[in-house]
């Protein structure tokens, strides 16, 4: 059985839906610490579980006989930014108790996101490695830095089979996001429809790594999917999708809604979107495990503009 922490998120709840589709319903065990919604997931099982709450995570996963989890529990960068110290432990504590879970053999397999912000000062901008020195400077970048590492030595001294991503900014249209620095690409959307208009919390040339929903949960499931012997990465892999600006943005957005006027007021998340790459090497990915995608910006724009449209009753 698979467990979802985190499941009503907006990875979480497409991730359900497609392993539901897969695996069926009964094969399904979503979690979140809300009360359940059930349009956000098709899940034959809901558990309310505080992920913080060991014993409890420990006794559903006997309960069910879960045997793979995808782990998404997890404050965002912004959010990170106001809450330091329960952001890591938030963000940290919850992983290694299923990576101790998954030592005993009590489950098998576990999926863990990272994201580029484990990047920071001191490398390229542009098409960033593997392999290169992590500096990351937000509290979301060190817990997922801090994540990456215990994932590797728990694979490396245990055998424990983690897999991760550290996955771009993403863009979806069935469940908002929440709290994120590129999550500026989510709301253009929704304003755009709305309003016509949207200002912008990042400057207009600031250039950061994207990638469209189906494309995330396509990869997440070709890496789980993936022989283990195939895999030489066990931090987590780079994926880098698309790059572009809001401005950028801005003009495909025109493209089907000629009226759209976008303007810029740059928050405190423009530093945090300054620290990070504008573009990554996935080729270790794409080598290890055949990485591909289907959405550039062009096709994105129109797949979430036409499903927005009809989200929204506009
Ligand atoms: C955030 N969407 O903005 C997340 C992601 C790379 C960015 O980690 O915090």
Not at 135 to 150: D, F, H, L, R
Not at 168 to 193: C, H, M, N, R
Not at 194 to 220: H, Q
Request: hydrophobic share 35%; charged share 25%.
């Amino acid at each position: 059985k698979i467990l979802i922490t985190g499941a009503l998120g907006q990875i979480g709840t497409e991730l359900t839906n497609r392993l539901v589709e897969i695996h069926g319903a009964e094969n399904v065990i979503a979690s979140g610490l809300d009360r359940w919604d059930k349009k956000l997931t098709s899940a034959g099982f809901y558990e309310r579980m505080d992920v913080s709450n060991t014993q409890l995570v420990r006794q559903v996963c006997k309960d069910y006989e879960i045997t793979t989890v995808y782990h998404l529990a997890s404050l965002l960068s912004g959010t990170s930014e106001r809450q330091p110290q329960f952001a890591w432990k938030l963000n940290v504590e919850p992983l290694l108790n299923f990576l101790e879970l998954a030592k005993e053999g009590l489950i098998k397999k576990v999926f863990w996101p990272s994201s580029i912000a484990v990047f920071g000062k001191g490398i390229p901008k542009e098409n960033v490695g593997q392999d290169v020195v992590l500096n990351p400077t937000t509290v979301y970048g060190i817990s997922k830095m801090a994540g990456e590492k215990w994932c590797e030595y728990y694979h490396e001294k245990y055998g424990v089979d983690i897999r991760s991503i550290r996955y771009p900014g993403l863009i979806s249209w069935k469940t908002p996001a929440g709290g994120g620095t590129t999550d500026y690409a989510v709301e253009i959307f929704y304003e755009a429809i709305e309003e016509g208009k949207y200002k912008s919390f990042i400057s207009e040339n600031t250039a950061m790594p994207m990638l469209y929903m189906d494309d995330a949960i396509n990869a997440t499931l070709q890496l789980m999917d993936a022989p283990s012997e195939n895999l030489t990465v066990r931090s987590s892999y780079n994926l880098g999708g698309m790059s572009f600006t809001p401005k950028e943005l801005a003009t495909e957005i025109k493209k089907e809604i000629p009226e759209f006027e976008i303007s810029y007021e740059p928050d405190f998340r423009q530093a945090i979107a300054d620290s990070w790459p504008a573009s990554i090497d996935d080729s270790v990915a794409k080598k290890d495990w055949g990485l591909t995608y289907d959405f550039g910006i062009t096709e994105m724009t129109k797949d979430m503009i036409k499903n927005l449209k009809v989200k929204l009753g506009k």
